[in-house]
């Protein structure tokens, strides 16, 4: 991060007050690792000493000004300032984004009752697909398989009732899955 220090009105910046403003800036950027350009402009009026700052980040600019009656205590009440606006900046980031999206980047959860697979291999995540099971007999079935480019179809059957499964075996034969009892 650039850092621009500099004095107004015939105000000469110390060595004391430079190492003071590096470390509070330094832990700004902690804060808002984001921040690209900070301004510190201090001068005096009359018996006050002003200090303004203006911090360039990503997206974002953030300005404050304090008073005080030394430039310590000026630059202590600008950079509070500032503090209060990042973190006001940061909430409202955080608010906006909806829980699903932040949701979706978590890994893949294992399935609760699935049997536990050996190696440190990570779980494949669960894919789930909804299809409307039609009613027909199983030659009807068969022919929709043959149809069907992913191999698996999901049907009733006509005479029992009970939902069956067809799926092309790697052989090209045709398997029926049918409920027990």
Known sequence: MVLHLSGR????VSPDIRRRIDVKIAKMQRLFPKLIEARITLATERHRHLADVTLQAKRATFRA???A???HAAVDQALATLVAQIRRKKERVTAKKPRAVRAQRAAPRPIAGS???LGDEPVPPLVVRRTSVKPM???EAVDQL???NDGLLVFRNARTRA?????KRPDGGVELVEPAG
């Open 9 to 12: 009105g015939g105000v000469s």
């Open 65 to 67: 000004e304090g008073n």
């Open 69 to 71: 009656s030394d430039f």
């Open 115 to 117: 049997p536990p697979e």
């Open 137 to 139: 007999s199983i030659e």
């Open 146 to 148: 043959r149809l069907r």
């Open 163 to 167: 939902v069956n499964v067809l799926r």
